[in-house]
């Protein structure tokens, strides 16, 4: 009788398991510890003006550069940033935005939002109260070659280039 019972409600367990975990994906981390959830999608615009930022006091100024130069392909793609499992904020062509962030350890992700080609890079690095920190998500191939994105630290000269050179990227997640 017990087995005639647990043959009875297996489905139902596991149906209440699929439905558990469906849930879970949106807030699941997208691969990497620093990425958000896979379903958070940003409206994106930028700004030519310059973007001056401060820093808060006992803090550390992490920029997001997003450089195309090296990516042929058109739309260019919509980048998501990420740090310590949430996304904060996204770029969209060359462009630029800043936050800051306390000291410490500090996980990175990059991840294109596209539905068709969801490519993901990540990064880590030693925060340090008043510094400043650059890291650029560079989107690399084209029409008729493969895509690839990677997360890498700049120099600071050249990270305060290229802020001079591109747009400020401000962002909000679609509704």
Sequence with gaps: MTRGIL?????????????????????????????????????????????????????ALLYFIQDDSEYGARPRPTTRMGIDGKWAGATHGDSYFYISIDPGVHHLCANWQSALDSRVAAAHFTAEAGGTYYFAAMDLGGRYVGTNLTLTPLDSDEGQLLVGQLSFSASQPKK
Aim: with cysteine.
């Design 7 to 59: 043959l009875l409600l297996s489905p139902a367990i596991l149906l209440l398991a699929l439905s558990a975990r469906a849930q879970d994906e949106d807030t699941r981390p997208l691969g990497s510890p620093a990425c958000g959830g896979p379903n958070t999608k940003f409206k994106v615009t930028t700004d030519k003006r310059p973007h001056p930022a401060q820093s808060e006091s006992g803090k």
